[in-house]
């Protein structure tokens, strides 16, 4: 089961406990895509060490989780972005999504955007437009 196989792995001192600072790491690697609003609501916490859970701790949470409307997939992200896709192409200017990344949502630093830009986008063609689609495989796999 993905959750027994993710609690195992963020058991670092195999204690069975998971420190619940990576409970949002934990739930996403059960192909889950919970905000951090989420996370914090169920359980999550944003620093180390304050809280330990138990894999029974960690079940019910999943569960809230995927139970959530807060979340987003691949399809909803695709009909975001074709809001800028002004050549009804799969393309947008890449300096919207960069504006994207760091100003809506939960905000990435100007840092983080660049970075993951460089790592999953494709190159932008002369009229600086970059294919999404993409980006957006790469971003939800």
């Known amino acids: 089961d993905a959750i027994e196989f993710a609690f195992d792995v963020y058991d670092f001192k195999g204690d069975g406990n998971v420190d619940a600072f990576y409970a949002g790491d934990l739930i996403r690697a059960c192909n889950l895509n919970p905000t951090l609003k989420t996370i914090n609501e169920v359980g999550g916490q944003s620093e180390k060490g304050k809280k330990m859970l138990s894999k029974a701790e960690v079940y019910p949470m999943y569960k809230a989780c995927k139970d959530s409307k ?5 399809h909803d992200f ?56 993409p980006f957006l495989e790469k971003m939800c796999a």
């Open 78 to 133: 695709v009909e975001i972005l074709k809001l800028y896709d002004k050549n009804d192409d799969n393309t947008m200017i890449g300096n919207e999504l960069f504006r994207l990344l760091t100003n809506l949502g939960e905000k990435l630093s100007k840092e983080e955007a660049k970075s993951l830009m460089k790592e999953l986008c494709e190159p932008e063609d002369d009229d600086g437009f970059m294919p999404f689609i």
């Open 70 to 74: 807060d979340q987003g997939g691949f």
